[in-house]
């Protein structure tokens, strides 16, 4: 096995969203250097980085020279394009590799790469005209969903549909040239597990959280999830096979139904870390960024050990446009941990922070931290 990268090098990150700024943090408290590379200036990374590089994901020459000043590169945007992973991975290692972004930047890739590993997804087949997704809902039946294959994230590039007759119409709504169409769970609820594996071959998981999307976009998060103990065993060792067979070196989420019959499925894997394991900055002894940046420097994972039952809740631009922010009420509440990501400005949908609340139990954190959002305004 190859050296570790130890404190005192530099990681690279491509990226400079607020996965990239949690991911630095973490990077230098342990004593690391942080490049990043983006194409904006004054970003969430940037800001807490040492060096912010700005250039396009195509400017490979740019690509390259900031793979050359670093020990190690990863990425907090799955969409890098292919020739950018290539050109970084010419002169850094990538982790995770690239074979991974391919799998997971394309629905029908990572679908087909988890039906094949044996893996539970929704029934699903992948199409490229109106003709294809009529003869998909006949098999698969309605109400399905259509996703485009590429691209897709916070329910973007997705449709439902309802019966036979709007296939037509959906596949023309939709703009693409290659989707899938899946079948629609009528789910209990939705968890997710974030894992980490090493260089070595070392898997580590953490307990599945439930979480809840308003608009397609997480809003609530709590772990560990309400589920049987059977259920959250299940979920992680799925999880485990999947970083496995997919030879991920770094994080990885993998998102799941709970359908109402007690199956877990998979609905879709993100090669970094994730809104979901936000919370264990707070809750565990080590988070998903630290595991981030142990697992791609090749040093030995950290505890998953969690300091209790947690809930993470999202604060979006909406929050922000609706109304001046409160901040003292919430920084009054002593139990209720604040993080900002330094965006500057506010959108709706745009995701600006989040608080995190330990309490007894996982119901009472998820309480407390919903009353805490709502004394922001
Ligand atoms: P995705 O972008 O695929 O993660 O989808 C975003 C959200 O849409 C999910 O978290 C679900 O709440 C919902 N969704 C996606 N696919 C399905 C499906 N096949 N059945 C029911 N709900 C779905």
């Known amino acids: 096995m190859s050296d570790p990268i130890t404190p005192g090098s530099i990681v690279g990150v491509l990226g400079g969203g607020q996965l990239g700024r949690m991911f630095a943090i973490a990077a230098r408290r342990m004593g690391y250097g ?13 800001h807490v980085a040492d060096l912010e590089i700005k250039a396009d994901y195509d400017d490979l020459d740019a690509v390259a020279a900031f793979a050359k000043g670093v020990s190690v590169v990863s990425f907090e945007f799955e ?13 850094a290692p990538l982790r995770p590799e690239g074979h991974v972004l391919h799998t997971t930047q394309n629905r029908v890739r990572e679908k087909n790469f988890l039906r ?38 916070d329910g973007k590039g997705q449709i439902v549909i ?4 709007e296939a037509a119409s959906a596949w023309d709504a939709l703009g693409t040239d290659e989707a899938v169409v899946e079948a629609f769970i009528d789910f209990d609820c939705e968890l997710s597990v974030v894992a980490a594996r090493g260089v070595d071959g070392e898997v580590v998981c953490y307990a599945p959280s439930v979480n809840t999307h308003r608009n397609h976009i997480l809003d609530l998060s709590v772990s560990p999830a309400p589920v049987p103990a059977e259920t959250a065993a299940d979920a992680v060792e799925i999880a485990r096979t999947v970083l496995e067979k997919l ?6 989420c993998i998102e799941f139904f709970l359908t109402r019959n007690g199956r877990l499925m998979i609905n879709e894997l ?32 950290g505890s998953v050990r969690p300091h209790g039952p947690a809930a993470m809740a999202n604060l979006l631009g909406d929050l922000w446009l609706e109304g001046e922010m409160n901040w003292r009420r919430v920084a009054a509440m002593d139990d209720v941990k604040i993080h900002l990501y330094g965006k500057r400005e506010a959108r709706r949908g745009r995701k600006m ?10 119901e009472a954190a998820a309480t407390r931290v919903l009353e805490a959002r709502a004394a922001l305004h």
């Open 34 to 46: 942080v490049h990043v590379f983006s194409p904006d200036t004054d970003t969430p990374t940037g």
């Open 79 to 91: 969409n890098v394009p292919a020739a950018t992973a290539q050109a970084a991975a010419r002169h």
């Open 116 to 153: 094949s590993a044996g893996l539970p997804v929704a029934p699903f087949a992948a199409v490229r005209h109106a003709g294809e997704v009529r003869a998909a809902l006949r098999e698969i039946g309605t109400p399905a969903v259509l996703k485009t294959a590429s691209w897709g994230y």
């Open 162 to 165: 309802a019966n036979e007759s």
């Open 247 to 252: 030879g991920v070196v770094g994080v990885m």
């Open 270 to 301: 993100a090669p970094r870390p994730h809104n979901s394991g936000h919370l264990t900055i707070d809750a565990h002894v080590t988070c998903q960024f630290e595991q981030q940046l142990r697992a791609i420097c090749g040093l030995p994972l």
């Open 353 to 362: 922070g989040h608080l995190t609340v330990l309490a007894d139990t996982a």
